[in-house]
């Protein structure tokens, strides 16, 4: 029974969008020298039945209004039925042809129906990016469509039911933004409904992750790609950034002379509101500081790139010697020593591929020298 309920609901609501009212059927008798109801009111877009009852009968248009389809159909018990349709407004004569003389005429004066209109769903949400939606209208007049707003077209005019196809751009912006479409038909308030458009979700993206420059001081630049505004700072009082910035930009890093014989990294930490902060660094050589440029050439660190195994010699000294490798954030992983000329061997085959430090250290100074792994 609710199955039943529902499908007559179903093709209820489907008469009502496709015809915009419903139609009426009027029964006209047809006997020996009548029409019954001979006169007759009814409206555009209905039905005009004529059924038989007894004798052999015509039911033939005479004067209707322009654009209506004239008829000339036989009624009796052969052929004991027929249906117009009234399509235009104004009266309709017509006559059963061989009984007019005998009074066998009638009329229908059809009134024009009167304007409806509804439009269907009352908003429309759609993401950020461009495409169409669709609002449905249900009318039996002309109508006319307005938008106000540029980034929101749709097709100027329509008539009866119909669908009117929205097309919008894409919303670069944070922001959600709305547009009013306005239907209307002569005679009828007005229907709005509405295009709720999404804001574009913000972007943040920082590279090159990290910078490596030298111990003397100077700068380094970072790209910002971002559709939004964006801060920036630094963990270290020795590199300095530039605070802020909105969309696409860059972040300068100037940084202080490193006195120190270790690395020492920055982080810089950028921030979009809503987003994961996104780091990168600037990581700073150690001082070099020797006995003069002899001992500095004397420095031996090789193969260098190597693939981890590498060895650390010096040459022309009878020494002992303090060797430190340090990771590309300047923590220790490994020491050793050595006397005179001997070296030291490091095995870093299991290590990530990338910058290394080596610091050498005895009684003529510290020296801090880059082996680089690679694959």
């Avoid at 027929?82 to 007019?100: L, M, S």
């Avoid at 996104?278 to 420095?299: R, W």
Wanted: glycine share 8%; net charge negative.
């Amino acid at each position: 029974m609710k199955k039943h309920i529902l499908l007559f609901i179903l093709i209820i609501a489907g008469l009502a969008y496709h015809s915009g009212s419903y139609a009426v059927t009027h029964i006209i008798n047809v006997g020996n020298f009548y029409f019954s109801p001979s006169s007759l009111n009814v409206n555009v877009g209905d039905i005009i039945r004529w059924e038989w009852v007894e004798g052999s009968h015509t039911t033939t248009s005479g004067i209707i209004p322009a654009g209506a389809d004239d008829w000339d159909e036989i009624i009796n018990t052969s052929n004991q039925d027929f249906e117009y349709d009234v399509d235009f407004a104004g009266v309709y004569n017509y006559v059963c042809t061989p009984h007019a003389g005998m009074g066998q005429v009638g009329t229908l004066t059809a009134a024009a129906a009167a304007p409806t209109l509804s439009v269907t769903p009352s908003n429309q949400n759609v993401p950020a990016a461009q495409g169409q939606t669709i609002f449905m209208v249900n009318s039996n007049s002309n109508w006319t469509v307005t938008c106000n707003a540029s980034w929101c077209t749709v097709p100027s005019s329509g008539s009866g039911n119909n669908d009117i196809e929205a097309e919008y751009d894409e919303n670069t912006s944070l922001v959600q933004r709305v547009a009013t479409i306005t239907i209307s038909v002569t005679g009828l308030p007005v229907q709005m409904v509405t295009v709720t458009q999404s804001g574009a979700a913000a972007t943040l993206s920082v590279s090159p992750p990290s910078q490596n420059v030298s111990q003397n001081s100077g700068s380094t630049e970072f790209d910002v790609n971002s559709n939004t505004s964006w801060t920036a700072t630094s963990d270290a009082v020795w590199c300095t950034v530039n605070p802020s910035g909105n969309g696409n930009g860059t972040i300068t890093a100037n940084y202080g002379t490193n006195a120190t014989f270790s690395v020492r990294i920055a982080t810089i930490s950028v921030s979009v509101a809503g987003l994961p902060v996104q780091t990168v660094t600037v990581v700073q050589a150690a001082s070099t500081v020797g006995v003069g440029e002899n001992h500095d050439q004397s420095i031996r660190i090789y193969p260098n790139p190597s693939r981890g195994l590498f060895k650390v010699s010096l040459e022309n000294t009878a020494e002992s010697t303090e060797v430190s490798l340090l990771d590309i954030s300047g923590r220790t992983i490994s020491t050793g020593s050595f006397n005179g000329s001997d070296g030291m061997t490091f095995d870093l085959s299991e290590s990530p591929r990338g910058y290394y430090f080596v610091r050498i250290k005895n009684d003529a100074g510290t020296a801090v020298r880059r082996i680089v792994l690679i694959d």
